[in-house]
């Protein structure tokens, strides 16, 4: 099934559902302002579903939006955002009679960043980019150019543990497989990389990366995980951090969030494309989840049954360390 | 023979160096892929190469992410306070795009009107602008359609033109009048060389795809102002970050926070978004809780408020907001679609 | 010349650990006075952030000490601690800080013994290990205007 198969039926099945009053509103993707970028759709009007698209810049996860809007409504969700609905369900933020989810199978998400390292040029200034199969056509100036999808695709659609929702109620395509083979895993190497440095050198890399961030707070935002309505960086009587992007306190923050949703988190990758200074947060997103899954087995948002994990404990957890 | 100047673009590094020696000289940098303002680290000028705008844009020299305000340390019963050393730092800032120019000018009229800011005009004062007008706009540019263009020239002491292998420099001001005639590398230029820069300037203009029509914007923002279903909707997919406000070289707000340890401490100034929810909480209400009322308040202050009580609108169109932002929240599809019918005025 | 002495911090349950270090009070046994003690209802009250807050404020280590698993108070914060802590001195590992700057031990109201043993010997290793400039200025030991 194409992505224009898919988006027809989506298309049809959203505005089903605001017809048959089975969901107050309907999240989506619709085309964006800006060439090979979409934007979430939110809407009510079931006029409005005609302008739903499948495509392969569908980046956003969506079910960010699930803690805020209220009512039924009907949410499209790759494999990776049924994930973070199924994290939301386990911390019952949100019921699953009020959530209708449309689930895409997905190959994969196209980075325009790489895209536009392979070709040197701005996204603005390239012609067309096409997914074919295996392969991604880009057009510059006229001239096509050839990748494999390898290699324009985000690092995490590279180890995407689950293309195909697990937890969805209209399935809009056949279940796929997995965009790459997922034995390399670029986002881990990364972190390997990491972890084979001194522990200065790296306390020294990170410092240097957190010098940075301007704390927009762009990452916890666009988190499905961070949902606090009350995050601790607002506290202020006494603060915790000060709201002045000093790598301390920036690093402070990163780490403490990173922990508050460790066994959340699914390793999405919102967090680093979101980020306007380019802060390698997956390597620390990515290693949180290896940690939760090493020690506990445990993966986020795979069982909606499940406990949340850090709500949650087992009798044979270890305690080596304790004394 | 005209008044105006050319420099061969190979003679820039060259030209950087020359003012180097009395100036620290700003140019664009790209460290980690993020281009920004940076210290020019003497090494050439390959920013040229790739330099089409910043992500981080210049107000952040001249008003940092971060500033220390004072410190303070604690002296028997009195407090000693310690300002920050008070010379006034000669900057240059080499390449400015006249969007971030004009997006200066405006920032001055906040720190330098009935208060006058002695952190931000202490660099501002004594510094240098030295702009570079653009070839290659982004699509996410609109600068034409805010009384400006990709060449604009107002707001500068030095324009630079690209006119091939060269660039053709216009002094703006006394200052860039004295500043070139100091420098052995540039020539005087011809009137070809004025052609082939007027010619630049049309391109450049011409490139620019994107356009708001600000006609009567103010009074069509106030019509829908209580138009609390239509800020809905438009401010439904808003993740309420800081990204479009920190980076949009026009906002200036900003919070000031004070560490204390025992005996001594340090006041900060750090910039500061109408965006976070938190920033008008007050001890008994926060009377914008609703993201919709801050996209209203936003978007109102830029081409409302400013309009009204300035007459001007506090945009440049340098389309950072629209190409930056993580859901692509765009304030020209915004502005090209407020509602048509006049609203009464009710409560809200 | 002042000797550096370690600063720890210890956060300790109401109703064991912190009854185990008033018993190594009243039985006149001696640990070191390096500690700094904050009491809290259970191990499970311990946020990450006190930890991670504790060494941004200069604390060379932070000790958590709760009941014995099975013997909490509120019959499983103990239980959600011990995860809690698990991931938070692996990850904190892989950030570049030694995780022996985070301790953990299970100490009941009777054992004022092991408190004692727990907060001598966990001295004595942030002693080995150095003071903490992890969050200095200039990450090499010199540190901010108010925090030097």
């Known amino acids: ?323 | 023979m005209t008044s105006t100047k050319k420099i061969n673009k190979k003679h820039i590094a060259e030209l950087l160096s020359q003012w180097s020696e009395e100036f620290t000289v700003f140019v664009p940098s790209r460290a980690k892929g993020v281009p920004k303002w940076a210290r020019w680290d003497g090494e050439g000028a390959s920013f040229l190469d790739w330099y089409r705008n910043t992500v981080v844009p210049p107000k952040a020299i001249f008003l940092p992410p971060m500033e220390e305000m004072f410190s303070f340390q604690k002296d028997g019963k009195d407090y000693r306070l310690e300002l920050p050393a008070s010379d006034k730092p000669k900057w240059l800032i080499f390449g400015i795009r006249p969007c971030d120019a004009k997006a200066l000018a405006i920032l001055d009229m906040t720190f330098k009107d009935a208060y006058e800011d002695l952190y931000y005009l202490s660099k501002r004062s004594s510094g240098l602008l030295v702009g570079l007008g653009c070839t290659n706009p982004y699509d996410s540019c609109f600068c034409t359609s805010l009384g400006s263009s990709p060449t604009d020239a107002a707001n500068v002491d030095l324009m630079l033109t690209d006119i091939g292998d060269e660039f053709l420099v216009e002094a703006i001001t006394d200052k860039g009048k004295e500043l070139i005639a100091r420098t052995n590398l540039a020539q005087a230029a011809t009137e070809a060389d004025e052609a082939r820069a007027k010619e630049a300037k049309e391109t450049a203009s011409s490139k620019i795809t994107r356009k708001i029509d600000t006609e009567g914007i103010g009074e069509r923002l106030l019509s829908c102002f209580d138009d609390k279903d239509y800020w809905e909707k438009i401010a439904a997919k808003c993740i309420s970050c800081g990204i479009c406000t920190f980076l949009c070289p026009t906002c200036y707000c900003f919070d000031i926070n004070d560490e204390l340890v025992k005996n001594r401490g340090e006041r900060f100034r750090s910039w500061d978004s109408c965006s976070f929810p938190i920033y008008t909480q007050m001890p008994m209400e926060n009377p914008r809780q609703e993201k919709w009322r801050r996209l209203r308040q936003k978007v109102c202050h830029k081409f409302e408020f400013y309009l009204m009580n300035f007459n001007v609108i506090a945009c440049t169109g340098c389309g950072r907001c629209v190409r930056l932002c993580p859901v692509n929240w765009d304030i020209t599809q915004i502005l090209d679609n407020l509602p048509k019918e006049q609203l009464k005025l009710e409560k809200c | ?148």
Not at chain 1, 240 to 258: G, H, I, K, S, T
Not at chain 3, 32 to 57: E, T
């Open chain 3, 1 to 148: 010349m002042s000797e550096w002495e370690p600063k720890l911090l210890g956060f300790l349950c109401k109703w064991c650990s912190y009854a185990g270090a008033d018993l190594a009070g009243t039985s006149r046994k001696k640990y070191p006075a390096n500690i700094r003690v904050i009491r809290v209802p259970c191990s499970g009250r311990v946020d990450p952030l006190f930890i991670l807050k504790a060494l941004h404020l200069g604390f060379d280590g932070v000790l958590v000490s709760g009941c014995h698993p099975g013997d909490c108070h509120y019959q499983t914060g103990n239980y959600y601690a011990r995860r809690r802590m698990a991931v938070t001195r692996k990850f904190l590992e892989y950030m570049g800080i030694n995780p022996q700057r985070l301790q953990v031990s299970w100490v009941s109201a009777s054992e004022g013994g092991k408190f004692t043993e727990v907060v001598t010997e966990v001295t004595k290793e942030l002693r080995e290990l150095g003071p903490n400039r992890l969050f200095s200025h200039d990450r090499q030991g010199h540190g901010t205007k108010a925090t030097q």
């Open chain 1, 1 to 323: 099934m194409t992505d224009r198969d898919m988006e027809q039926k989506l298309r049809s099945e959203a505005k089903a559902l605001l017809e048959q009053g089975k969901v107050d509103g309907i999240i989506g993707f619709e085309d964006g302002s800006l060439k090979f970028t979409t934007t979430p759709l939110i809407t009510s009007d079931k006029d409005d579903t005609s302008r739903l698209v499948i495509n392969p810049f569908i980046v956003n996860n969506l079910s960010v939006y699930l803690t805020e809007v209220k009512g039924r409504v009907g949410i499209v969700a790759k494999g990776c955002d049924s994930r973070s609905i199924v994290s939301l369900l386990q911390d019952t933020k949100v019921a699953r009679e009020d959530v209708v989810i449309l689930g895409v199978p997905c190959r994969g998400i196209i980075d325009l960043g790489k895209v536009e390292k392979l070709v040197g040029k701005d996204r603005d200034e390239i012609d067309d980019i096409t997914r074919d199969g295996d392969r991604v056509v880009v057009t510059v100036s006229g001239k096509e150019r050839e990748f494999p999808i390898q290699e324009v695709l985000f690092d995490n659609c590279l180890g995407c543990e689950l293309p195909t929702p697990q937890e969805y109620d209209i399935l809009l395509g056949e279940p796929t497989l997995p965009a790459s083979s997922g034995d390399k895993l670029v986002s881990q190497e990364k972190v390997n990389r990491l972890k084979e440095m001194t522990p200065e050198q790296r306390w020294e890399f990170w410092g240097g990366e957190f010098d940075r961030c301007i704390r927009c707070y762009a990452c916890r935002n666009v988190c499905p995980a961070c949902f606090c309505e009350r995050c601790f960086v607002e506290e202020t009587e006494p603060p915790w951090l000060l709201a002045v992007p000093r790598w301390q306190d920036n690093l402070l923050f990163q780490a403490v969030r990173n922990i508050h949703v460790a066994g959340r988190c699914t390793d999405c990758g919102e967090c680093e494309r979101a980020c306007p200074v380019n802060i390698p947060l997956r390597s620390l997103t990515r290693e949180m989840y290896g940690i939760v899954d090493e020690l506990f087995h445990y993966q986020a948002g795979m069982d909606k049954d499940a406990s949340p994990f850090l709500a949650a404990y087992e009798a044979t957890d270890t305690g080596d360390f304790i004394r």
